[in-house]
């Protein structure tokens, strides 16, 4: 049991599985800034999280050489792996912070956890990338379903259970980006000139089919195509599913990536046939 | 007029992106501010479902009114009754729209939507998509906003935060003109006008430390507007959900729909019995909620049950390996029906805790949740009057009103939302005006998509018609607005040149103080609150707003510097600490999630009012008035669930024929 805590050299009562583990952390005041490695060591207690430790760090931010430094910047909202906000890279691979348990990532005493910022973003400061890319990426797909307005117009299509479980499953990826920071094919661009240049990535792509699946939202099935058929579409994709492999929603995203794949196909041939 | 008009929308959940899409239908200009992503509002936090009469419960008898009526009963007579019966009657309409936006809400086998119980009714008439439902009604709302925003209806200033609103002299009193943002990058501090300002920044969960709320509700926009002059209703009003996950950094929901999917809390009989929870037999498990609550079982509403956990762990200390906490089962259930209904939740459990819950039943104990207080606000009553006010609806029965728009609130009314300053509005989570003293589970969202659609037309047509027809914001001089970005900039300054040298002892450290409110807060204004021990919190938070005047901030850099933020907000959410405080004190009877075990009983001749809180700057503290609730359509009853209380039946049947 802890008592109550107040910073992160509390004392403890009953310290049986408490132990200290060191977290280094790449750190950078901003862009055009140099980067920098930090490293504090904490007293972790069951059932701590990444974020947790944050929290403690930022109260006495202070490093294993004695040397008072500032709290880490990093973004998080939802603390249940639901919002997207708090990924970074631990210990090498993109991940939720809030969902990162220290017991699990670092679980003897003397362990160490490496935390970056994500390489596939800018970075605003220290862990806090900016992700408006997979924004504007969702308005360049049309990710939406063209309604007539907010009027009160009766309700929507019917849908079959196994339909509906399609559609759930994609419509549950939470912009993280932890599929684009995996992949070979998606490239930082820092310039927001950059972003319709190079492969667009399965989050986008994945968006696109949750659309074309639905009976309104088809409706800019053609769109999305074009879109997707340019040099950043799904041509671009090197099928090395790592992106699948990473997705904390377990989003079919390699099934999406084919299915946009025919789709971009057939409607090529349509508009040769029909030589639009 | 040359210049189009536009609207300042604080806040991307449900309210803010519902009333986005509603403001920018009707033409307005929307400038719309968030903190995070607008699809990283909190409300992608809601888990359960969004409430509506649908056809499958009306031919079982229900209907609108009784939605209404449910509603009212589950706020113990708190809220004014109006507002709550033009939501009902418009909640079926909400569903067949978000149904048309995409929402993947769960289907029959024949394709209709599916439903699930919820607390505080009888009826199935919770719509669903699986166990993360916000998340999938925010996503339709961001979807179509942001289609807005291709269009270039809708701008957006993501990560962006609000620090006060402007006021500038209007025919009665302050009227709103814009606000003073921060872009949270380049820490650019900035006036933006409005012709009205739309306040949806959602709850206050952060002001007790840990809740299952996400980690931007702090509810310092609110006290923004709180000290620039908004009044603060019912903040004594704190909804504490029965089951929560403790956690080292927050308490993670395990939703109502867990129970309402046939849950059942239990702890075992004997004290102290420290058999695993699958070896011990039925015969020795103490189902108490069912026990005590035959008609409505584990889906009482929720003060109820956080009670009932409270008692069992910490009056009778019966809880789970005698800790604070009880088990919330649902092994009975088929693991696979559990994935398609709940999958949300389970894989929240089982990787925050690191066990089953298909296999093993869950261990939970209360936690902060909602904020049923909030500014204050008005409306236009609808043209529905009935001679005196209704006895309780009856099942099946002839409904006292149909379910008619404009019954309830008058459509398009211009202060409908509108808080005591004029163009200052406030929707969802962040307003007062729907759920009393208790929220029944999803109506929360039901109520957030509602204030967005129903009264983003009445700002409409006050920036049409009212103060900004003929004095528009941009004829405001522009000393207002300077002056307003100036004392902002001073307020910054102050806190960032603590920076500068200095001890760093716990006593002036932000984030230290922030855990020290919490804490305080948690343990002196929850469950039970007692007339001293409130004022011990009261005392508390005057300790620590001195403490925090003194505020050592350990960052001084001038770009992205969320030190600062925080540090600001802390100050802020004092003052919501104080209003809390403060109502609880002045309440001096128990009625929804207020308990006093000092005034145990609901006085409804004393106190069913509205706590009124404004803040007296001189003082900086809460000034606490009463004012009657308008409560001329139902009659107030007994709340008592159907309760079957052992030692006091004459009690429960006495309090039930009346009060
Ligand atoms: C875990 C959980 C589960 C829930 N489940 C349900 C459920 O099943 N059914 C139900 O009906 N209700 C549920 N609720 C309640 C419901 O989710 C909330 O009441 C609702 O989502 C609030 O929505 P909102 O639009 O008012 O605010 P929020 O979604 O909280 O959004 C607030 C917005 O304001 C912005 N903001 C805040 N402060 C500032 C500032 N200073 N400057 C700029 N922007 C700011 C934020 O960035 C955000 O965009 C649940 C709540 C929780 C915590
Ligand atoms: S399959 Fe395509 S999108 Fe996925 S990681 Fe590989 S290249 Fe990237
Ligand atoms: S597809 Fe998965 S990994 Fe990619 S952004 Fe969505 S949730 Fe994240
Ligand atoms: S904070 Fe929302 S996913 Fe981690």
């Known amino acids: ?276 | 007029m040359t210049q189009q008009q536009r609207v300042i929308v604080v806040g991307g959940g449900l309210a803010g992106l519902a009333g986005s899409a509603r403001m920018a239908e009707a033409g307005l200009a929307v400038d719309l501010f968030s903190l995070v992503p607008v699809k990283r509002s909190h409300s992608v936090c809601a888990q359960g479902g969004i409430n509506a009469c649908n056809e499958v419960a009306r031919q079982q008898g229900y209907s609108e009114y009784e939605h209404f009526d449910e509603t009212i009963y589950g706020g113990d007579f708190l809220a004014d009754q109006h507002p709550v019966l033009e939501m009902a009657n418009w909640a079926p309409r909400i569903i067949d729209l978000l149904d048309r936006m995409g929402v993947p809400f769960n289907r029959t086998a024949e394709g209709y939507r599916d439903l699930r119980l919820f607390g505080g009714s009888l009826f199935k008439r919770t719509h669903f998509s699986g166990a993360t439902t916000g998340q999938q009604l925010l996503y339709a709302l961001d979807e179509q906003v942001r289609r807005l925003e291709a269009d270039g209806a809708v701008t957006k200033y993501e990560s962006w935060e609000f620090l006060r609103p402007i006021l500038a002299d209007g025919a009665d009193g302050p009227r709103c003109v814009g606000i003073v943002a921060q872009d949270l990058r380049t820490m650019q501090i900035r006036a933006f006008r409005a012709d009205a300002v739309v306040m949806a920044t959602g709850g206050a969960g952060l002001v007790f430390g840990k809740s299952t709320n996400s980690v931007i509700c702090t509810g310092a926009a609110l006290a923004r507007c709180y000290q620039a002059g908004a009044a603060y209703a019912n903040p004594e009003m704190i909804q504490v959900h029965p089951t929560a996950v403790p956690g080292a950094d927050k308490l993670r929901l395990m939703s109502e729909s867990a129970r309402g999917e046939g849950g059942r809390v239990w702890v075992p009989r004997k004290k102290g019995d420290s058999r695993p929870a699958r070896e011990i037999p039925e015969a020795e498990r103490l189902y108490f909620l069912e026990e005590k609550y035959p008609k409505y079982g584990n889906i009482v509403p929720r003060d109820i049950a956080t009670r009932e956990i409270f008692d069992i762990c910490v009056n009778q200390h019966m809880g789970v390996d005698g800790g604070n906490q009880v088990y919330l089962d649902l092994t009975h259930k088929d693991p696979e029906y559990l994935t398609r209904k709940l999958g949300g939740i389970m894989d929240i459990y089982q990787k925050f805790v690191g066990v089953d819950p298909r296999h093993e039943p869950m261990k939970i104990f209360p936690g902060v949740h909602y904020s049923m207080g909030g500014l204050w606000t008005q409306y236009t009553a609808g043209s529905y009057a009935p001679s005196e006010p209704q006895p309780a609806h009856v099942s099946g029965t002839e409904t006292a009103c149909d379910a008619e728009i404009g019954r309830g609130m008058l459509p398009g009314a211009p202060n409908n939302m509108m808080t005591n300053i004029e163009g200052l509005y406030a929707f969802g989570e962040v307003n007062f005006a729907f759920h009393g003293a208790n929220r029944l589970g999803a109506n929360a969202l039901l109520s957030c998509i509602f204030d967005g659609l129903f009264s983003g037309v009445g700002v409409a047509n006050y920036i049409r018609d009212g103060a900004p027809s003929t004095a528009p914001a941009e004829s405001i001089p522009q000393s207002v607005f300077d002056s307003a970005v100036g004392a902002e900039s001073s307020r910054q300054k102050a806190i960032t040149d603590t920076a500068i040298g200095g001890d760093h002892a716990d006593e002036t450290n932000p984030y230290i103080i922030a855990k020290e409110m919490g804490e305080e807060m948690t343990a002196g204004c929850t469950v039970v609150r007692e007339e001293a021990r409130l004022q011990k919190t009261l005392d508390r938070i005057a300790e620590l707003r001195d403490r925090w005047s003194r505020m050592k901030l350990a960052d001084g850099a001038t770009w992205t510097n969320q030190s600062l933020s925080f540090a600001r907000s802390v100050g802020d959410m004092l003052a919501v600490a104080d209003a809390m405080a403060s109502g609880a004190k002045a309440r001096k009877e128990s009625r929804g999630a207020h308990y006093r075990i000092d005034y145990p009983d609901r006085d409804d001749a004393k106190f069913m009012k509205t706590t009124f809180v404004t803040y007296d700057a001189g003082e900086g503290r809460a000034r606490v008035e009463h004012r009657e609730v308008r409560a001329e359509l139902v009659a107030p009853r007994a709340r008592t669930y159907g309760k079957v209380d052992k030692e006091e039946p004459a009690k429960a049947e006495a309090a039930a024929a009346g009060v």
Not at chain 1, 54 to 71: D, F, W
Not at chain 1, 162 to 176: D, F, I, P
Not at chain 1, 182 to 208: R, T, V, Y
Request: with cysteine; net charge neutral.
């Open chain 1, 1 to 276: 049991m802890t008592v109550a805590t107040t910073n992160g050299t509390a004392k403890r009562t009953a310290a049986a599985n408490s132990r200290k583990v060191r977290f280094r952390i790449k750190r950078c005041d901003g862009p055009n800034k140099l980067v920098r490695w930090e490293t504090f060591e904490l007293t972790i207690a069951k059932g701590e999280n990444v974020i947790s430790c944050l929290q403690k760090i930022a109260a006495n931010p202070v490093t294993t050489e004695g040397k008072r430094s500032t709290p880490v910047v990093w973004d998080c909202s939802c603390l249940e792996e639901v919002c997207g906000s708090c990924t970074m890279v631990i210990n090498g691979q993109a991940r939720q912070s809030c969902s990162a348990l220290i017991d699990v990532i670092a679980p003897d005493d003397g362990d160490t956890v490496t935390l970056e910022p994500m390489s596939k973003f800018p970075v605003i400061r220290d862990l806090w990338v900016d992700r408006s890319r997979m924004f504007d990426a969702l308005k360049r797909v049309k990710a939406w379903v063209p309604i007539d307005g907010t009027y009160d117009l009766g309700a929507g299509p019917r849908e079959r259970p196994e339909e509906q479980a399609v559609r759930y499953a994609l419509s549950e990826c939470m912009t993280c980006g932890c599929c684009l920071e995996a992949c070979p094919q998606f490239e930082l661009a820092e310039d927001e000139s950059e972003w319709d240049k190079s492969f667009i990535g399965a989050q986008a792509l994945s968006q696109a089919r949750l659309f074309n699946l639905h009976e309104t939202g088809a409706q800019l099935k053609g769109d999305r195509l074009e879109t997707l058929m340019g040099p950043d579409g799904v041509s671009e994709c090197g099928n090395a599913q790592n992106c699948v492999k990473v997705c904390p929603k377990h989003i079919p995203l390699t099934e999406s990536i084919a299915a946009v794949g025919r789709s971009t196909t057939i409607h090529a041939i349509s508009k040769w046939f029909s030589g639009k």
